[in-house]
């Protein structure tokens, strides 16, 4: 199965650029990179999605799959839930979105019956075992983003990885230069 597939990580909003600051379009450009990055996976034929379900990439990333079902026949949504209990906390746009996904999900699976210190570890594990690719939004590297994406190269995954840090380093040193345009011809962002 883990042929053709790809999963996802990324942080969760807290982390990311916000919509309400300075950073508005650098968020807009992540989220653009990130939905051309699947886009594309689906072009390659890759047909099987694997999300956390966590707040942010996850989800963005889960959201972005099923609106490209509608343009790709085949491909799937598989979720997977880090507990039985996770998603219960989140609120207003987040637990919309979050059961949108679990409700239109093509398989869904729990790593974890409740909460432990390495139950997110556990999670991404098992996603990388399961995927040929990974789809990353990091900004922090000593996070467990990062520590997936250490974990999908010791593994051999093909690599898209959309560093934060290097678009706004990009969109500092170059200010009239349009970021997305030069970026996407590269599949290692």
Not at 103 to 120: F, I, K, L, N, V
Request: charged share 30%; proline share 4%.
């Amino acid at each position: 199965m883990r042929k053709k597939t790809v999963c996802f990580s990324g942080h969760r909003p807290e982390k990311l650029p916000g919509p309400n600051s300075e950073d508005a379009q650098l968020l807009m450009m992540v989220k653009s990179l990130l939905y051309y990055q699947i886009r594309r996976s689906a072009e390659e034929g890759y047909t099987r999605f694997i999300t956390g379900l966590a707040r942010g990439v996850d989800l963005w990333a889960a959201g972005y799959v099923l609106e490209l079902k509608r343009d790709f026949s085949g491909l799937q949504l598989i979720c997977v839930k880090p507990t039985e209990n996770h998603g219960k906390n989140f609120r207003g746009e987040d637990r919309y979105l979050f059961d949108s996904v679990l409700a239109r999900a093509d398989e869904m699976y729990c790593t974890g019956s409740h909460y432990t210190r390495r139950c997110y570890q556990i999670r991404n594990r098992y996603m990388v075992d399961h995927a040929q690719r990974l789809i990353a939004v990091v900004d922090d590297y000593n996070s467990g983003t990062g520590q997936t994406i250490g974990y999908a190269r010791k593994c051999g995954l093909e690599l898209c990885v959309i560093d934060i840090g290097k678009l706004r380093d990009k969109a500092e040193a170059e200010p009239d230069e349009p970021i997305i345009a030069p970026l996407q011809a590269n599949f290692k962002i």
